[in-house]
Structures are given as C-alpha cells and as structure tokens.
C-alpha cells in the first residue's frame, strides 16, 4: 500500500457554515456486500456496517463542536480506488440527516486540527472548518478543550469509527487537538 494514499477509499462530506462552503475528505475501507449495499470496515471489526449508517454515526460525534443553527451538512459521497494510484470512482451518495448541532458560537475562519498516531506508526489528521471551540490553542490528550471536541476524539479512537490514516491503519492515540485562524478561508471571506 503507498503511504498517504486514499486507498482503498474515502467518504467526501460537503457542509456548510454560515452560508460557506467546506468540504472534508475521511479515508476509509469500503467494500460491496452481496447484498449489492455499501458498507464500510470498522477499526476493530472484520465485517462493517452501512456506510450511511456510519456517516451519521461520525455526525453524532460532531454534535458539540458546529453551532446548530448555521450548520449544514448537504451530502456524503461515497468513492473507491482499485489500487492506490487510480482515479477515484464515485459510487454513491446520499444527504445526511445529522444531529441537531448543540455548539457554542461558530468561529469565522477558524481551523481545528485533530491528531492522533495511526496503529502502523503514521498520523491521522482530522480537520474541521469554522467550529465552535476558542481560537489559537494547543491541548493534549485526554483534555481535548471541552466535552465535544473530546467526544470527536473519542468517536476516532473507537471501534466503530470507520475512519483509518492514510497509512490504511486506525488510529490508536490521541496527540494533540489545534486551533488557529485559516487564512486562506480569512482572506477568501473577506474578499481579499
């Protein structure tokens, strides 16, 4: 398997904040049940679940760090690699019912970065636009700055999240949880 790769594939979630477009791209293990539905593996099981199922799963985990009311996510897009360097190839997509979102106030142009070290010794990055948590901080695990953005973590660290690194490995430890100012999104926004 080469290193980084979305092999054997990934879900594109597409979502809004306060009218802004972000999309985020979660590497996972799809296959096709003979049942002709998708599913997707999970970190500690051989067999999978719907990967709808999973997706709202994932969703619920965000619950507390997007503010409820200009929270949108619009669709989930399912695609699958034949080997790691082909061309993705769309399979499906539906749109996500969600939680209702229950986080504080969202932070224009802000960035938050989850990392966690992968089982085969790479790093998993999760990156979320334009959350709720405070800007410009740095925490370590177990602490994950307030009850939603550790219940993400949590969710990541799991048996039933069907998010793997890049590496094609789950994660196994929390490193460290980040926010900062985006500036690509801060100059985008302000027409710069």
């Not at 760090?65 to 200009?70: E, H, L, R, Y």
């Not at 550790?150 to 590496?167: E, H, M, N, P, T």
Request: proline share 5%.
């Amino acid at each position: 398997m080469t290193v980084f790769s979305l092999f054997p594939g990934f879900v594109r979630l597409r979502y809004t904040v306060e009218a802004r477009p972000h999309v985020q791209t979660l590497p996972c293990k799809p296959f096709l049940a003979f049942t002709g539905e998708w599913f997707v593996e999970l970190a500690d099981q051989v067999g999978g679940v719907l990967w709808t199922t999973a997706i709202e799963s994932y969703l619920t985990s965000l619950a507390g760090v997007f503010q409820g009311t200009v929270t949108q996510f619009a669709s989930a897009e399912l695609y699958t690699l034949s080997d790691p360097e082909a061309d993705p190839l769309f399979v499906e997509a539906y749109a996500p019912t969600g939680p209702v979102f229950t986080g504080g106030v969202a932070q224009d142009w802000m960035e938050s970065v989850f990392t966690f070290r992968t089982q085969s010794g790479g790093i998993l990055r999760l990156y979320l636009m334009e959350g709720t948590s405070s800007i410009n901080q740095r925490v370590f695990p177990p602490l994950y700055a307030g009850a939603g953005s550790k219940a993400v973590a949590d969710y990541i660290l799991s048996a039933q999240s069907f998010v793997f690194g890049r590496d094609g490995s789950r994660a196994i430890a929390g490193i460290a949880f980040t926010t900062k100012t985006n500036d690509k999104l801060r100059k985008k926004g302000m027409g710069l």
